[in-house]
């Protein structure tokens, strides 16, 4: 029998109204790594702020190496052993003092330690625990100068000087390339050695098949499912993370007019394989896959935000290579970013201003501005989509995340486009809106082509007359949304078994351009 | 009704006082209620309200320009030196001062869009050179006809007559002379830089970029241009005010213009508050400039000695800050904190 290192029976916790996890039972054992898997909102960031001390649970009993533990704040859930390894891993080092001082930054704030700092005494201490992480660095470079793998490593050696009981790390391999993750995972498989219980946080299919043990998966707040049989179950797995509750929108699929925009050859990573795709015009495409699956890069090839690492696009048979959203925007090709308050939103702008923001320039003469054009556009739009408002002289702030999202959409509805890009649209937006948005959105399809990027397969299978699985930046499968085989699109989503999986350079895709 | 009190408060406090302060130094100060009292006041804001119309075109963008108040001592420098040294006439004097507040706004706006320097810093750097370059063709002297040149003559050329009008002409209105040329060209300037932010497209871009770049990048407008124009339409209205300052002087005074800085960023800053828009605007930056030209010329008439100026104006400073970003917060709803 393992031990137990760290049992939660019952937590609960609500912000306001949004029950965000609704009685979490979980046991994360000494020498285990435990995946974690759940979809944007699942309440996974939440279970982990209470773990870190970030978040009172309302109800619930943690219990830690077998004592109950009640974290006052950050500091006190480090010191009793849960330690956390953020998803930005600059939040974990100090990028602008050197590799020793970071390691050895908490003896210094340490009681008893001296005024001055003895150099010579850190960066032999420092040594030490780079030694014993394995990590063969001059400590005394600067951290900014390392590559994205070596912080990463000092953030989880930071955090491992302080001995902890369990160790969570959230998306860890999320900005790290194929190699820089490998040497990730040996120091994970020498932490477990240890015995230091191990939660780890991921969407990468390729990841989990790599270090896990066990595979918890959650939605909507609760522990939707649990596999620890040899070999795990990992359709299972992600099959309970996304879930599928019968869709009541029925969909008679469309196969579409002439091809509008035609994707050959198209590489979204220096290593990743080619991706050929045609969009025709009428027909609304969702394009599915995980977190990390190059959705959302795709969506910024697209759109002109990031250059494609090879291949061609047409638009309308012509060649369609934009320089960035100005250019894509002219040429007809729209996007509703995902994130909406950080891509969208204009916050100081009332629900006219915030619709009409793309075609200012259709609503002005001489540069002009005509208020009354702009109201009456976007107050045909708001009754189109169905937007619940006193009047568009309303603050985009007083409106519902679900009401929202629809002004953010209704932007792109205002004018004809020819490829129409949606990613993530219905990201944090309640179902009575959802289904509001996604019949506009297949009502008004005529005319152009629709991409629709979602996680979620419940809302591919929503909106979409075909739909398309990418994994690791690849197309996997793709189905007309007619008796679609759900174990089988679940399958595609999970990605093909791959012992060794060898994924694509993940690089940051520069979104601002222009 | 309390939240409706509020509301009002927020929206019309400022100007209620501005007409308060107007009513009280009537009654109090002899003659400040008088056509040529009013004028002097106008005359008195002019060349910041410009400089502080420019800042407000950067603040929009969500930017800050920290170099007008040396670019409106360089043009004023500039200007002396193409008339006096290089007899030159008023029309070059005032294209070189306005190519020159153009150029020293692109070079802030490369600074920060294409170099990544944060605003504040890169447009002190360019404040600190320009203070040291403006003195260095003449050895950091102040200019005048009949100064002596480092190579031993002696400086002929001198202000023209009608570079001097720009600074000295008034023109009739009710009464002989009453109206100073500077305050037409601010008037007008405010004007068009109101009709600019707030009816123009270009404008709301602008706004839009001050409040979610990314946002604004997102739907297809140039961000990084919008920027740099708006550098480039500080440093233009810098520059008018520098020329306008030293059609007033009559002399490249090397000296003046210390305080426009500071003035014409709590100018801009003050306008915050004034009816309750809790952002730039160019009618709020031009009451903002007003209202502390009437303070201080109010108590300058009942006596106030002249170092209560600076103290008055922080006072009105912090208290249209705590205005703007207090109350206004807490009515929700437009801005989300």
Redesign the interface.
């Known amino acids: 029998m393992v031990e137990v290192t760290c049992k939660l029976s019952g937590l609960e916790k609500s912000f306001g109204r949004n029950h965000v996890l609704r009685g979490i039972d979980l046991e994360l054992r000494a020498g285990e790594v435990t995946a974690l898997m759940g979809a944007n909102g699942a309440g996974k960031s939440t279970l982990v702020k209470v773990l870190c001390g970030y978040h009172f649970a309302d109800a619930g009993v943690i219990t830690l190496g077998g004592a109950a533990f009640e974290p006052v704040d950050a500091a006190d859930a480090i010191s009793k052993g849960v330690v956390t390894v953020h998803q930005s891993i600059d939040d974990g080092v100090i990028p602008d003092l050197d590799v020793a001082t970071n390691l050895t930054l908490d003896r210094l704030t340490e009681p008893g330690a001296g005024l001055f700092v003895n150099d010579r005494k850190l960066r032999r201490q420092a040594s030490e625990v780079a030694r014993s992480m394995g990590l063969t660095m001059d400590v005394r470079t600067r951290v900014a100068d390392l590559d994205v793998a070596d912080r990463q490593m000092i953030a989880i050696a930071r955090a491992m000087a302080r001995a902890p009981k369990l160790l969570i790390l959230d998306e860890p391999t999320s900005s790290l390339s194929a190699s820089e993750a490998e040497r990730l995972f040996a120091l994970i498989d020498r932490l477990r050695a240890e015995g230091v219980a191990i939660l780890y946080i991921s969407h990468r299919m390729s990841d989990i098949r790599r270090v896990a043990d066990r595979i918890v998966s959650m939605r909507d707040g609760a522990i939707s499912g649990l596999f620890e049989t040899d070999p795990l179950d990992y359709v299972g797995a992600v099959n309970a993370m996304l879930g599928h509750q019968m869709t009541e929108v029925d969909i008679e699929p469309v196969s579409g007019g002439d091809a509008i925009l035609e994707l050959n050859g198209v590489r979204l990573f220096e290593e990743s394989p080619a991706i050929n795709l045609s969009a025709r015009e009428g027909e609304v495409i969702a394009v599915t896959g995980l977190l990390g699956s190059g959705t959302t890069e795709l969506a910024e090839v697209i759109f002109g ?1 990031a250059a494609p690492a090879d291949g061609t696009m047409h638009l309308d048979g012509a060649p369609y290579r934009p320089s ?3 250019a ?3 040429s007809g090709v729209f ?1 509703s ?1 995902k994130d909406r308050a ?8 009332d629900i006219a ?1 915030n619709m009409t ?2 075609f ?2 259709a ?2 003469r001489f ?3 005509s208020e009354r054009a702009q109201r009456q556009a976007a107050g045909d739009m708001i009754g189109k989509i169905g937007v619940v408002c006193q009047s568009d002289r309303d ?1 985009i ?2 409106l519902s995340g679900g009401n929202q999202q629809k002004v953010m959409i209704g ?1 792109w509805l205002l004018k004809a486009s020819r490829v129409l890009l949606l990613d993530e649209p219905f990201q944090g937006v309640d179902i009575g809106a959802r289904r509001d948005i996604g019949q506009y959105i297949r009502h008004s399809a005529e005319g152009r082509t629709t991409l629709v990027f979602v996680a979620e397969i419940d809302e591919a299978l929503e909106i979409a007359d075909r739909i398309i699985v990418l994994n690791e930046a690849e197309i996997v499968g793709e189905y007309i949304n007619k008796n679609v085989d759900l174990n089988s699109l679940v399958a595609d989503v999970s990605g093909p078994e791959r012992p060794q999986a060898s994924g694509p350079e993940r690089t940051q895709a520069q ?4 | 009704m309390n939240k409706n009190a509020l509301d009002l408060a927020i929206r019309y406090g400022f100007l209620v006082l501005l007409f308060g302060l107007a009513v009280f130094f009537s009654f109090y100060a002899s003659g400040f209620a008088s056509p040529r009292s009013a004028v002097f006041i106008f005359q008195s804001v002019a060349i910041t309200g410009i400089l502080a119309l420019g800042v407000t075109c950067t603040l929009v963008v969500g930017g800050f320009d920290l170099s007008i108040g040396s670019v409106a001592t360089s043009a004023l420098m500039l200007s002396a030196y193409s008339m006096v040294i290089l007899e030159q006439s008023a029309a070059v004097a005032v294209i070189l001062c306005l190519a020159m507040g153009a150029f020293v706004g692109l070079i802030n706006g490369l600074l920060i869009v294409k170099m990544r320097v944060p605003d504040l810093l890169a447009t002190l750097g360019m404040m600190f050179l320009l203070i040291g370059l403006q003195r260095i063709p003449t050895q950091g002297n102040s200019i005048a006809t009949g100064m002596s040149l480092p190579d031993g003559s002696v400086a002929e050329g001198t202000f023209s007559a009608a570079f001097l009008w720009l600074g000295r002409h008034r023109f009739d209105l009710f009464l002989d002379r009453l109206l100073p040329v500077p305050v037409v060209v601010f008037v007008l300037i405010a004007l068009i830089i109101w009709l600019f932010l707030g009816y123009t497209r270009h404008g709301r871009l602008m706004y839009a970029i001050g409040s979610n770049e990314r946002a604004a990048g997102l739907v297809g407008t140039n961000v990084q241009r919008y920027k740099i124009v708006a550098y480039m339409i500080s440093g233009m209205l810098a520059s008018v005010g520098g020329i306008l300052l030293a059609a007033r002087l009559g002399r490249g005074d090397i000296a003046s213009g210390n305080n426009l800085l500071l003035d014409s960023v709590a100018a801009a800053l003050i306008g915050f508050a004034v009816l309750g828009a809790a952002r730039p605007n160019a009618f709020g930056t031009a009451a903002g400039a007003l209202f502390v030209g009437i303070l201080l010329q109010g108590l300058t008439m009942m006596n106030a000695p002249y170092y209560m100026q600076d103290f008055v104006k922080g006072a009105v400073l912090v208290a249209a800050l705590v205005f703007t970003f207090y109350l206004s917060s807490r009515r929700g709803g437009r801005r989300t904190a």
């Open positions: 935000l960035g959203a100005g894509a925007v002219s996007m970013p950080v891509n969208a939103v204009v916050a100081d702008f201003n923001l793309p200012l320039k609503f002005s540069s002009f501005l603050g702030g007083t932007r979104v601002m351009a222009g």
